[in-house]
């Protein structure tokens, strides 16, 4: 990856990170059967439903949604689709990856 794309992603991935809710929601999703309570779906494959994100983090729907999107594109989270309910789970990959990005940025 060119290192102008990879100052970027980190970017990215930094302003996803530096608002505080945003933060504590991908800590609650590093274990999210400690977090967030049974669903009609797997957490471990589907990942957790934006409404119960919403109400673990006390904002409204639109702000949990908006919340979710700047993660997403930030590809901190994946997104699975399930009838109108969307699930969310952090990408592991791209964690793992960003001490190496951080590493050659700098």
């Given at each position: 990856m060119?290192?102008?794309?990879?100052s970027d992603a980190l970017l990215e991935v930094?302003?996803?990170l530096s608002n505080p809710t945003r933060l504590?929601?991908?800590g609650w999703l590093r274990d999210p059967t400690a977090h967030f309570e049974s669903q009609p779906y797997?957490?471990?494959e589907a990942g957790v439903c934006v409404k119960?994100?919403?109400e673990k983090a006390g904002v409204s729907q639109s702000t949990a949604s908006q919340f979710m999107v700047v993660l997403?594109?930030?590809g901190l989270?994946?997104?699975t689709r399930i009838g109108q309910w969307t699930y969310y789970r952090r990408n592991e990959d791209l964690i793992s990856r960003l001490p190496d990005l951080l590493d050659a940025s700098v």
């Open positions: 060119p290192a102008e794309t990879r930094f302003k996803a504590a929601i991908m797997s957490i471990e119960q994100i919403q997403q594109r930030a989270v994946e997104s």
